[in-house]
């Protein structure tokens, strides 16, 4: 998802039996659906995994900014344009929520963005694709946010509080996101025949990264099981994508779009989409930094950071100057 | 690294009436600069009608391993609990 390859302890789930006391008191505590707030007692291990998930969602929001914002100064209308700078807002609030649940960790959001400026940390895929027409705000709101509004409904009820908390937030705002890109797409679907065709390349390119938001199937997701057990994750990788693949197929209908994937019916029996697996090699080569756009997304933010730098260190130093004049 | 900006708790009171909330932190070099920021990053859809800002170093909490010795007993005390007194029907409703 927007954290999709954390590594968690690497180690089987042990068994309540094989667990030290507080161990075990802790996960009787999270079995009972209780929250784990900032300052109660906690495995190592748990404490790093969160650290790491909530740390690349909080860099996926971040640099989720950089497909959107190329397109805020080409948007068609002043509306349009209002509506796409309001929609990159949010999702640097959204960033900033997530810095503030990792920080309550015992973590420094400055080294967590050294992290992502060096490369050393990891953000969703999807961000690794181009925008490269208007089409694409369209499929990206809709679809981009959609699977991600499937996977942070089921991580409100993440058992970290802070986590729990920010998701909260973060859903509030998610529905807008999703509607104003169906939104650009019911009215790009219903247009000329140029504009419907341009809907349905933007659908045809990011139908695939979309599904692999997810992560990677549940057989090779070894580091899932410690996860759910933590209630750090709440929902599997393969639940989430057919979620989204059943929630999204009657969209497409709708629209009148073809969907990408021939082989995609439904399933009378089971009442779920059976849908083609995306290519799982192009996910891996994309998460290990051979995207089409890692390169550009990362000189992207490393340049707003250092042009940033005078501005930063300018109302530093004019705030200590007011506190040593107060004194 | 000094340079940082420091952390912000930041408190929302939703609508006239209610009390200011805790909803988060963050970063900002003073009080003034944190109440603009927590405008932009907490209020962007009409959650309150007034901020604190205060420095998360400036606040002492309670220590969680104490919490049995701090708050037990206060539930030893059922009758604190209207409901501890069985007050006859026909008195009508106290």
Redesign the interface.
């Known amino acids: 998802m927007y954290a999709q390859e954390v590594k968690s302890t690497g180690k089987g789930v042990k068994a309540l039996e094989e667990m030290s006391a507080e161990e075990r008191a802790f996960q009787e505590r999270i079995d009972a659906g209780e929250k784990i707030e900032p300052k109660d007692w906690m495995p190592d291990g748990y404490r790093k995994t969160l650290v790491r998930q909530i740390s690349q969602h909080g860099h996926s929001e971040v640099v989720g900014q950089l497909p959107e914002g190329n397109w805020i100064t080409r948007a068609p209308t002043l509306e349009r344009k209002s509506i796409l700078l309001a929609k990159v807002q949010d999702e640097a609030g959204h960033g900033l929520y997530l810095y503030s649940a990792a920080e309550t960790l015992g973590v420094s959001r400055a080294d967590l963005i050294d992290d992502l400026l060096a490369g050393r940390a990891k953000y969703s895929s999807i961000f690794n694709y181009p925008t490269l027409n208007w089409a694409d705000m369209g499929a990206v709101g809709w679809l981009v946010d959609g699977a991600a509004i499937v996977n942070q409904v089921a991580l409100q009820r993440t058992s970290y509080g802070p986590y729990s908390r920010a998701m909260v937030r973060i859903c509030k705002e998610e529905s807008f996101h999703a509607r104003q890109g169906y939104d650009i797409m019911m009215k790009m679907a219903g247009g000329t025949a140029a504009q419907k065709q341009m809907a349905q390349d933007a659908l045809d390119r990011l139908w695939w990264p979309a599904l692999m938001m997810f992560g990677p199937p549940d057989a090779d997701s070894v580091h899932s099981a410690q996860s759910m057990a933590w209630k750090i994750k709440v929902m599997t990788n393969d639940e989430g994508r057919q979620k989204f693949v059943d929630q999204t197929i009657p969209q497409i209908e709708y629209l009148g779009l073809e969907v990408p994937d021939q082989d995609a019916v439904l399933d009378a029996e089971s009442g779920h989409y059976r849908f083609t697996d995306p290519d799982w090699r192009e996910f891996f080569e994309v998460l290990k930094g051979n995207g089409p756009c890692n390169v550009d997304r990362l000189r992207a933010r490393n340049m707003a950071h250092d042009e940033g730098a005078w501005f930063r260190e300018g109302l530093m130093a004019h705030a200590k100057k007011q506190q040593i004049a107060a004194e | 690294?000094t340079?940082?900006?420091p952390?912000w708790e930041i408190f929302i009171r939703g609508q006239h009436g209610l009390s200011h909330r805790h909803?988060?932190?963050?970063?900002a070099?003073?009080a003034e600069?944190a109440i603009l920021n927590a405008r932009?990053?907490?209020t962007?859809?009409n959650e309150g009608v007034s901020l604190w800002v205060v420095k998360s170093s400036d606040i002492s909490?309670s220590?969680?391993?104490r919490k049995g010795p701090m708050f037990d007993p206060s539930n030893d005390k059922t009758y604190r609990h209207p409901t501890f007194f069985d007050i006859p029907d026909e008195v009508g409703s106290m």
């Not at chain 2, 909803?23 to 970063?27: A, D, I, T």
């Open positions: 690294m340079n940082e900006w952390l909803v988060g932190s963050l970063h070099p003073d600069m932009d990053v907490y962007r859809r909490a220590a969680p391993g």
